[in-house]
C-alpha cells in the first residue's frame, strides 16, 4: 500500500516538473519569436488648420524626387513614419488631400498639395507642411536654388510674416480650431495661418487656398527680397 501511494507521489511530481518546463519553454520560445521592440515613429504635421485624411510622402531631392516612404494618412494632421532611416538627411516632404475646417469661415475645405523640407538625422524627426513652407518651395523652385537653399529661404519668408526665428519646417502650429492663442511661436505660427484663411475670405467667393498660397509666393518671387544673400 504504501508502494503505491510513493509511486503516485513520484508521478504527480514528475507532472508537475515537466508542466513547468513545458511552461518555461514555451515563454522563452515566445520571446524569441516576437520583437518587443517599438518602431521609431517619425511626424509629419499637415496644416492649414489641421488636415484630416491627408496623405504624406517622402522624396528624395537628389534623385528626381524618387519616393523614400508613403504614403501615410494624417489624422488631426498628424501623419506617421515608422523606422525611416536616420541617415535620410534632406527630404522633401509633399502632402495632399484630405479635408480641414477652415478657421475663417468654420467650412471644410480640401487642401491642394503642399511641400516642405526637412533634414533627417534620426527616425524621431519632426515636420511641419504648411501655406509657408509651400511658399518657401515655390521661392526654391522660382530661383532654381539647391534643395539645401530652403532653410534660408524658409527663414526669409518666416521674417515677412513676422516669425523671426521661427522655423517653418520643423515648428508645429497651433490649430486655433481648438487652441487658444498664447503667444508661443506654435501659437504665432497659427495666427498667421488663421490670418491666411481669412484672407483666403477676403478674396471673391471660391478663392482656394491654392490661389492665395500663388498670389503670395508671386509677390514675394518678384520683389528681389527672397533669396539666400
Do not use: W
Amino acid at each position: 500500500m504504501n508502494n503505491s501511494i510513493n509511486t503516485q507521489k513520484t508521478r504527480s511530481k514528475t507532472f508537475k516538473y515537466k508542466s513547468l518546463s513545458a511552461l518555461v519553454l514555451t515563454t522563452l520560445l515566445s520571446a524569441c519569436g516576437s520583437d518587443s521592440t517599438p518602431p521609431k515613429e517619425g511626424k509629419v504635421n499637415f496644416i492649414l488648420a489641421s488636415v484630416d485624411g491627408g496623405e504624406c510622402s517622402l522624396h528624395d531631392p537628389y534623385n528626381n524626387m524618387t519616393k523614400i516612404a508613403g504614403p501615410v494618412s494624417t489624422t488631426e494632421g498628424v501623419g506617421i513614419f515608422e523606422d525611416i532611416e536616420p541617415t535620410t538627411g534632406l527630404t522633401l516632404v509633399e502632402c495632399s488631400g484630405g479635408s480641414y475646417v477652415d478657421e475663417a469661415t468654420g467650412e471644410t475645405m480640401t487642401p491642394g498639395t503642399l511641400r516642405s523640407y526637412i533634414d533627417i538625422t534620426t527616425s524621431e524627426f519632426t515636420a511641419t507642411v504648411t501655406p509657408l513652407t509651400e511658399i518657401a518651395a515655390r521661392l526654391v523652385d522660382n530661383y532654381d536654388l539647391s534643395p539645401e537653399d530652403f532653410a534660408k529661404i524658409s527663414e526669409n519668408v518666416a521674417f515677412s510674416f513676422g516669425l523671426k526665428d521661427v522655423n517653418l519646417a520643423t515648428v508645429v502650429p497651433l490649430d486655433l480650431n481648438v487652441d487658444y492663442m498664447d503667444g508661443t511661436e506654435r501659437g504665432n505660427y497659427g495666427l498667421v495661418l488663421a490670418a491666411l484663411s481669412q484672407l483666403q475670405d477676403d478674396y471673391e467667393a471660391g478663392t482656394t487656398a491654392d490661389e492665395v498660397i500663388e498670389e503670395l509666393y508671386y509677390d514675394m518671387a518678384n520683389n528681389g527680397l527672397f533669396t539666400t544673400d
